[in-house]
């Protein structure tokens, strides 16, 4: 019971740890304050706690699709705002009498997408460890292990943050913007997947099976899934998504091939180069 709750809750916390990593690099980038992380970490708790409260009303939605629509809508949301983020800041190189305002978009920005991934991630936490409450023979050993694997999540998101951090000047954008479309195809990807366990998309065979070379259930394997969204059956319409959402935010950090021609400011522009 321990160890299974070391890796549910470490499922559950390592993508959004990871993806708040990324966005707190480019937010020290910028020079920002953090105002926007505990807002949507706040605003996020809140309102996963009253997800999960009622997640039994919630589930008999469309014909009982509701928490897999309710999901892969979030993820959905979460893969928009990160190409519309990207674009924010790509395009602060180009007009840098906005730089301010860019910020203070960013700043929005993560904080609707950081609330949207604490109330996907939260109410599955939450609904695990409510399972438990009246259990005494099991209830410890649970939260024990649910904050442990807490406290992995977490840690592996620092180590992220630390690691771009102090990366040269050079690299920070590149990196940054390429886990960033990263995890705008796994949002997608996990978007159609939701979708398709309730036939709302059609089934179709997977593409390929990797799990004999990496087990998705492996501690690497759900490093990968967190980072890459690594999936060893996935299928043609979660690699076109997958796709698809990548190479829309690559697009989008690189606006300036889709705009008009104007000089870039290099010092505004030195997180989306």
Known sequence: MLLNSVILILQETLEAALLIG???AINARMHNSHGWLWR????????AFVTAVNMG????????????VLNAVM??????LIVVTVWLIAGMKQLPHSTQQARN???QFCTVIIMLAVIREGQEIMLYLSGFLGNSEHIQKVFIGSIIGFGIGASTGILLFYSLAGLPQKWSGPVTITLLALFAGTMLSQSVLQLTQVD???QSAPLWDSSAILAENSLIGELLYALIGYESK?????VLSYAAATCLVLL????????ANRQPDQNSGEIAQ
């Open 22 to 24: 990324v966005l707190l």
């Open 40 to 47: 949507g970490l706040g605003l996020g708790t809140v309102i």
């Open 57 to 68: 009303s919630i589930s008999s939605w469309f014909d009982y699709a509701g928490q897999e």
């Open 75 to 80: 993820q959905s949301l979460i893969c928009l």
């Open 105 to 107: 978009r960013f700043g």
């Open 200 to 202: 709302w998309i059609e």
């Open 234 to 238: 996935p299928t043609a319409a979660q």
């Open 252 to 259: 989008a950090a690189n606006r300036h091939l889709l705009t």
